[in-house]
């Protein structure tokens, strides 16, 4: 048989739950980082009229940073049940997703010791308005991922076999590493640069 | 006589009847629960398109009534009870054409359309898409019953505790629409992305499915800026004290929100249109656009020019951003994207003589008039960002708005036009539509001018345009367009009711003769 008889190779495209959770997780980190830059404008508008922005030692780097290590360890799990899924491995699945389960949690809890240490009213000014505004967008976002995580890891490991479910939780660990991303820069905005 | 006689013995309910058998296999099962359960994109499409022009005739009447406020028949607190009344309406029909209106109206059109451009059997994630129509209905409902109650985008003349907790409502409303619009933008551009046709690659698909995708990028891109600020805005109005942005009772949550309804980002309403006109052009001539790799990079760059997110100036003094270069080059470039295609679409017209029914086809003329007004009104823009002309805080940021406005509108009822059997089974009435692009197109056109002169005669800056300055004339000038533009908006409405009309009359008679 002549080469020139067999068909054309058909084009393969990306899937389709994958262009969207692409597209769903640039929308969000817009609106994520839209509120980072508001944040930005007010703090520089302060400083620029020689106002305080955060009370002097009111906002510890020690919690921010052990967030920050705990999500970026998160990064290696998710990945690690991505990998699972694909291969069908129950344990480690939901080894992976139990431990990303528990980052997750230790993050918010992190979070709690943060607002309690900082002791900050929402109206105390700007700062503190936009403080909370900031990281308490955080970690609605962060919960939805944990959610979005949760749902698509256990739909894919306990349903039917053969049935390849694994780009549902790569969509979702797109997402999820979006998410460490947007607390880097709270991180550094945030915390580090005070 | 049976049913079937009598209902086949109308020409137009029979051509319907056939397009309904060939679209919509298995439509006769249809119930009354279809719409809250339905995974066809074409039917949530045609949910997005009805509703958006009921509430295109109740956005037409709000303007309408804003207008005349502005006239010196009256005062403007006397026309809705109270200068804060006169502000909530002023800022819902604004709002309201853009998120209630226009690019539901867009979204709902190419949501039956742009699928079967590229070949996609169904919409990707049709049942986001559904949850998106019903989350931007009663988002809507909530946003305009809400300022029918005393809420809105802040106020003038200072407000009560209810006041205050009915604009904590309309802003959730807004971030509601707002996020439903985004699900279903998102359901469109991953259709064209990930369902098009194999062979097809991204540049071939058809200008209308290629504008979607771009203003589907452009809205993904910036619309998530304005629910930020709709975040900060509610965190702040309903803290105990209100301290910085969610003062209600001064206008400052509705100016922390006015870049949307500004250029660039008001152009990104318009990039569609592009599309629109290349398409109908196209189709009436009976020819193919020599160069498809050329409208696609126009209507790129159109849109380019049409993310607005940095462009908001509450968060810096005005003259910092709007007296920058980017702003500026932003505000001249959007003129020759628009100009280049009047050019391209006129030179194929022109290519071979025009037949007089080619002229007068509905088509042809929404086109060429949505190309001109938008055409005019980017010119404006331009016109604003010039520094000595002193505009930028006048009514002629109302100007590019309305030209904006009235193209994408007129554009709009050109795809109905366009693609009626797709939409809607049925043939729109090519006379009611035709009236209705002159009517939109002359208001439109009379708001674009009475709204450009009052800025080059004002000498104060008003968020409001409250008065026309200058004229008598330019008031009435003012009403009059509001009310030919609401005039428009009901010819179409009547069309599109007609054509549902003739399709359950089509579905009948199938039924009637399957029994």
């Given at each position: 048989?002549?080469?020139?008889?067999?068909?054309?190779?058909?084009?393969?495209?990306?899937?389709?739950?994958?262009?969207?959770?692409?597209?769903?997780?640039?929308?969000?980190?817009?609106?994520?980082?839209?509120?980072?830059?508001?944040?930005?404008?007010?703090?520089?508008?302060?400083?620029?009229?020689?106002?305080?922005?955060?009370?002097?030692?009111?906002?510890?780097?020690?919690?921010?940073?052990?967030?920050?290590?705990?999500?970026?360890?998160?990064?290696?799990?998710?990945?690690?049940?991505?990998?699972?899924?694909?291969?069908?491995?129950?344990?480690?699945?939901?080894?992976?997703?139990?431990?990303?389960?528990?980052?997750?949690?230790?993050?918010?809890?992190?979070?709690?010791?943060?607002?309690?240490?900082?002791?900050?009213?929402?109206?105390?000014?700007?700062?503190?308005?936009?403080?909370?505004?900031?990281?308490?967008?955080?970690?609605?976002?962060?919960?939805?991922?944990?959610?979005?995580?949760?749902?698509?890891?256990?739909?894919?490991?306990?349903?039917?076999?053969?049935?390849?479910?694994?780009?549902?939780?790569?969509?979702?660990?797109?997402?999820?590493?979006?998410?460490?991303?947007?607390?880097?820069?709270?991180?550094?905005?945030?915390?580090?640069?005070? | 006589?049976?049913?079937?006689?009598?209902?086949?013995?109308?020409?137009?309910?029979?051509?319907?009847?056939?397009?309904?058998?060939?679209?919509?296999?298995?439509?006769?099962?249809?119930?009354?629960?279809?719409?809250?359960?339905?995974?066809?994109?074409?039917?949530?499409?045609?949910?997005f398109v009805?509703?958006s022009l009921?509430w295109a005739?109740?956005a037409a009447?709000?303007?309408?009534?804003?207008?005349?406020?502005?006239?010196?028949?009256?005062?403007?607190?006397?026309?809705?009870?109270?200068?804060?009344?006169?502000?909530?309406?002023?800022?819902?029909y604004r709002v309201s054409l853009m998120l209630l209106v226009l690019l539901p109206l867009l979204l709902g059109v190419a949501?039956?359309?742009?699928?079967?451009?590229?070949?996609?059997?169904?919409?990707?994630?049709?049942?986001?898409?559904?949850?998106?129509?019903?989350?931007?209905?009663?988002?809507?409902?909530?946003?305009?019953?809400?300022?029918?109650?005393?809420?809105?985008?802040?106020?003038?003349?200072?407000?009560?505790?209810?006041?205050?907790?009915?604009?904590?409502?309309?802003?959730?409303?807004?971030?509601?629409v707002?996020?439903?619009l985004?699900?279903?933008?998102?359901?469109?551009?991953?259709?064209?992305?990930?369902?098009?046709?194999?062979?097809?690659?991204?540049?071939?698909?058809?200008?209308?499915?290629?504008?979607?995708?771009?203003a589907?990028?452009?809205w993904?891109?910036?619309?998530?800026?304005?629910?930020?600020?709709?975040?900060?805005?509610?965190?702040?109005?309903?803290?105990?004290?209100?301290?910085?942005?969610?003062?209600?009772?001064?206008?400052?949550?509705?100016?922390?929100?006015?870049?949307l309804f500004?250029?660039?980002?008001v152009y990104l309403m318009a990039v569609p249109v592009?599309?629109i006109?290349?398409?109908?052009?196209?189709?009436?001539?009976?020819?193919?656009?020599?160069?498809?790799?050329?409208?696609?990079?126009?209507?790129?760059?159109?849109?380019?020019?049409?993310?607005?997110?940095?462009?908001?100036?509450?968060?810096?003094?005005?003259?910092?951003?709007?007296?920058?270069?980017?702003?500026?080059?932003?505000?001249?470039?959007?003129?020759?994207?628009?100009?280049?295609?009047?050019?391209?679409?006129?030179?194929?017209?022109?290519?071979?003589?025009?037949?007089?029914?080619?002229?007068?086809?509905?088509?042809?003329?929404?086109?060429?008039?949505a190309?001109?007004?938008l055409?005019?009104?980017?010119?404006?823009?331009?016109?604003?960002?010039?520094?000595?002309?002193?505009?930028?805080?006048?009514?002629?940021?109302?100007?590019?708005f309305h030209?904006v406005v009235t193209a994408v509108f007129i554009a709009a009822v050109?795809s109905?036009?366009?693609?009626?059997?797709?939409?809607?089974?049925?043939?729109?009435?090519?006379?009611?539509?035709?009236?209705?692009?002159?009517?939109v197109?002359?208001?439109g056109?009379?708001?674009?001018?009475?709204?450009?002169?009052?800025?080059?005669?004002?000498?104060?800056?008003?968020?409001?345009?409250?008065?026309?300055?200058?004229?008598?004339?330019?008031?009435?000038?003012?009403?009059?367009?509001?009310?030919?533009?609401?005039?428009?908006i009901?010819?179409?409405?009547?069309?599109?009711?007609?054509?549902?009309?003739?399709?359950?009359?089509?579905?009948?008679?199938?039924?009637?003769?399957?029994?």
């Amino acid at each position: 048989m002549r080469t020139t008889a067999l068909p054309a190779p058909v084009a393969t495209r990306p899937r389709t739950v994958a262009v969207g959770s692409l597209l769903a997780t640039g929308a969000a980190f817009i609106a994520f980082a839209g509120l980072v830059v508001i944040y930005v404008q007010q703090r520089q508008h302060a400083r620029a009229t020689g106002q305080e922005w955060f009370p002097e030692g009111s906002v510890e780097l020690g919690p921010a940073g052990m967030m920050m290590m705990t999500l970026v360890l998160s990064m290696v799990t998710v990945q690690w049940a991505v990998q699972a899924a694909r291969t069908e491995d129950r344990p480690h699945g939901f080894i992976a997703l139990a431990v990303t389960l528990l980052f997750g949690a230790a993050v918010i809890n992190q979070f709690w010791f943060v607002y309690a240490d900082t002791a900050f009213a929402i109206d105390d000014g700007v700062a503190q308005l936009l403080f909370y505004v900031v990281t308490g967008s955080f970690i609605a976002m962060l919960l939805a991922g944990l959610a979005m995580f949760t749902v698509t890891t256990i739909r894919a490991l306990m349903g039917s076999p053969g049935r390849d479910l694994a780009h549902t939780v790569q969509a979702a660990a797109i997402y999820w590493h979006m998410c460490v991303l947007c607390y880097f820069i709270v991180w550094y905005v945030v915390f580090i640069n005070k | 006589m049976t049913l079937t006689e009598s209902a086949t013995a109308d020409p137009q309910v029979a051509s319907a009847a056939t397009a309904v058998t060939t679209s919509t296999p298995g439509s006769e099962t249809q119930t009354l629960a279809q719409p809250f359960v339905t995974s066809d994109g074409s039917a949530i499409g045609r949910l997005f398109v009805m509703v958006s022009l009921l509430w295109a005739m109740f956005a037409a009447v709000i303007g309408a009534l804003v207008a005349f406020g502005r006239s010196d028949a009256v005062e403007p607190a006397e026309v809705f009870a109270g200068l804060n009344a006169y502000f909530r309406m002023w800022t819902l029909y604004r709002v309201s054409l853009m998120l209630l209106v226009l690019l539901p109206l867009l979204l709902g059109v190419a949501m039956v359309v742009v699928p079967r451009q590229v070949g996609a059997a169904n919409l990707a994630f049709p049942r986001a898409a559904l949850a998106a129509f019903w989350s931007w209905l009663i988002g809507s409902v909530i946003m305009v019953v809400s300022v029918l109650a005393g809420g809105g985008w802040g106020a003038l003349d200072g407000v009560t505790r209810n006041e205050g907790d009915a604009m904590a409502l309309t802003l959730l409303g807004t971030g509601l629409v707002i996020v439903a619009l985004l699900m279903g933008t998102l359901s469109l551009a991953a259709t064209v992305i990930a369902l098009r046709d194999a062979e097809t690659s991204l540049l071939d698909v058809p200008p209308f499915a290629w504008s979607m995708l771009v203003a589907s990028a452009v809205w993904l891109f910036t619309l998530p800026i304005a629910i930020a600020n709709i975040v900060v805005v509610y965190a702040d109005l309903r803290g105990r004290a209100a301290i910085a942005f969610g003062r209600a009772e001064s206008p400052d949550i509705w100016l922390q929100l006015d870049w949307l309804f500004e250029q660039p980002a008001v152009y990104l309403m318009a990039v569609p249109v592009l599309g629109i006109a290349a398409e109908a052009v196209s189709a009436v001539l009976g020819t193919r656009f020599g160069r498809p790799e050329a409208i696609a990079a126009i209507v790129g760059i159109f849109a380019l020019l049409a993310v607005g997110g940095w462009s908001q100036d509450y968060f810096t003094a005005p003259q910092d951003l709007r007296d920058g270069l980017v702003y500026v080059a932003f505000g001249l470039a959007a003129v020759v994207p628009v100009a280049a295609l009047i050019g391209a679409l006129g030179m194929q017209a022109t290519q071979n003589p025009l037949k007089p029914q080619q002229l007068i086809d509905t088509r042809m003329i929404g086109a060429a008039a949505a190309l001109l007004v938008l055409g005019a009104a980017t010119v404006v823009g331009a016109l604003r960002v010039i520094e000595p002309l002193d505009l930028l805080e006048s009514s002629a940021t109302w100007a590019v708005f309305h030209g904006v406005v009235t193209a994408v509108f007129i554009a709009a009822v050109v795809s109905m036009v366009h693609w009626s059997s797709e939409l809607f089974d049925a043939s729109v009435s090519k006379r009611a539509s035709g009236a209705s692009v002159l009517l939109v197109g002359a208001g439109g056109g009379l708001l674009v001018l009475s709204d450009l002169v009052s800025g080059f005669i004002s000498e104060e800056s008003d968020i409001m345009a409250l008065a026309l300055d200058g004229s008598v004339l330019l008031n009435v000038l003012n009403f009059v367009g509001s009310v030919t533009f609401a005039l428009g908006i009901a010819a179409i409405v009547a069309a599109v009711a007609q054509a549902m009309r003739v399709r359950e009359a089509a579905e009948a008679t199938l039924q009637a003769s399957t029994a």
